[in-house]
Antibody, heavy 122, light 110 residues
Framework: EVQLLESGGGLVQPGGSLRLSCAAS????????MSWVRQAPGKGLEWVSL???????FYADSVKGRFTISRDNSKNTVDLQMNSLRAEDTAVYYC????????????????WGQGTLVTVSP | QTVVTQEPSFSVSPGGTVTLTCGLR?????????PSWYQQTPGQAPRTLIYNTNTRSSGVPDRFFGSILGNKAALTITGAQADDESVYYCVLFMGSGISLFGGGTKLTVL
């Protein structure tokens, strides 16, 4: 069974930093792309970042230059380093596994964690 | 700026059929955008329903059907049930690793 467990959320002041982590189990972690998706209170879902199986990284414009995604295939973890945080970064952050990419890639979010709340406030 | 559009809200009667759509403010949605659909109830993580336009995720009943209708992706729910009352999100893959969510459609079953 695929399991994704996020951690690292909390309260941080504007301009501060926070590092989120997602621990994965139940699948061959190194074979899958991993994403972060966030949801501000009362709002919709927003894709934040992707790291593919080859460790190539991609970011939404709203976080580019401030957030860094990374993965450790030896620990089955994917992290999101968030710097220069703003009030508008307040959200539940979900870790999501991408669909498989074998002979043909599937571009969707196949499995989800339960999320971790980040609050940016003075 | 690319914007993915969804109806803000929709209602359906129990047992009825409803079709939610997913479009682009400028342009047409095709299968080349690999549309996917997600269901979310309050306080819960999203649940994956449909990917690659019309492939149901594991365990999703065949009451949920994905398609392309005209210039939009569509999610059709037949035989609506009370627990279908949720917010439904579509996602389009824009290439270069980027995915875009629509704003979500709040479905009411009444």
């Amino acid at each position: 069974e695929v399991q994704l467990l996020e951690s690292g959320g909390g309260l941080v002041q504007p301009g501060g930093s926070l590092r989120l982590s997602c621990a994965a189990s139940g699948f061959i972690f190194s074979s899958y792309g991993m994403s972060w998706v966030r949801q501000a209170p009362g709002k919709g879902l927003e894709w934040v970042s992707l790291i593919n199986s080859g460790s190539r990284t991609f970011y939404a414009d709203s976080v580019k230059g401030r957030f860094t995604i990374s993965r450790d295939n030896s620990k089955n973890t994917v992290d999101l380093q968030m710097n220069s945080l703003r009030a508008e970064d307040t959200a539940v952050y979900y870790c999501a596994r991408r669909g498989p990419c074998a002979s043909v890639c599937t571009y969707y979010f196949e499995s989800w964690g339960q999320g971790t709340l980040v609050t940016v406030s003075p | 700026q690319t914007v993915v559009t969804q109806e803000p809200s929709f209602s359906v009667s129990p047992g009825g059929t409803v079709t939610l759509t997913c479009g682009l403010r400028s342009g047409s949605v095709s299968s080349s955008y690999y549309p996917s659909w997600y269901q979310q109830t309050p306080g819960q993580a999203p649940r994956t329903l449909i990917y690659n336009t019309n492939t149901r995720s594991s365990g999703v009943p065949d009451r949920f059907f994905g398609s392309i209708l005209g210039n939009k992706a569509a999610l059709t729910i037949t035989g609506a049930q009370a627990d279908d009352e949720s917010v439904y999100y579509c996602v389009l893959f824009m290439g270069s690793g980027i995915s875009l969510f629509g704003g979500g459609t709040k479905l009411t079953v009444l």
